[in-house]
Nanobody, 122 residues
């Protein structure tokens, strides 16, 4: 089973940027669809972005499209989420997830990180 550890969260003003990273261990991420999800206080967890095995295809939720970019470095076994033009509504705990290639379509993931808090002040 792959283990995932997120980093890079913090407090930022609206309009600012953050870059989250997700370091994997135990298995290479080159065989996984990698996704990012978030859960705001009192809200359900929601899909944010995903990347196919080689990063050739990427998917985004409508709420972050054009502002967030998912990327991956399979050689470093790490996935990134570049978040620009952040809004207070982006405040949430952000989770990295790993899934089978089908996860890109089903958004069902098997392995999860512990999450990293992102807080955007207005």
């Amino acid at each position: 089973q792959v283990q995932l550890i997120e980093a890079g969260g913090g407090l930022v003003q609206a309009g600012g940027s953050l870059r989250l990273s997700c370091a994997a261990s135990g298995r290479t991420i080159s065989t996984y669809t990698m996704g990012w999800f978030r859960q705001g206080s009192g809200k359900e967890r929601e899909f944010v972005a995903a990347s196919t095995l080689n990063g050739g295809s990427k998917d985004y939720s409508d709420s972050v499209k054009g502002r967030f970019t998912v990327s991956r470095d399979n050689a470093k076994n790490t996935v990134y989420l570049q978040m620009n033009n952040l809004e207070p509504e982006d405040t949430a705990v952000y989770y990295c997830a790993a899934g089978t290639p089908w996860a890109y379509l089903t958004r069902t993931y098997a392995a999860w990180g512990q999450g990293t808090q992102v807080t955007v002040s207005s």
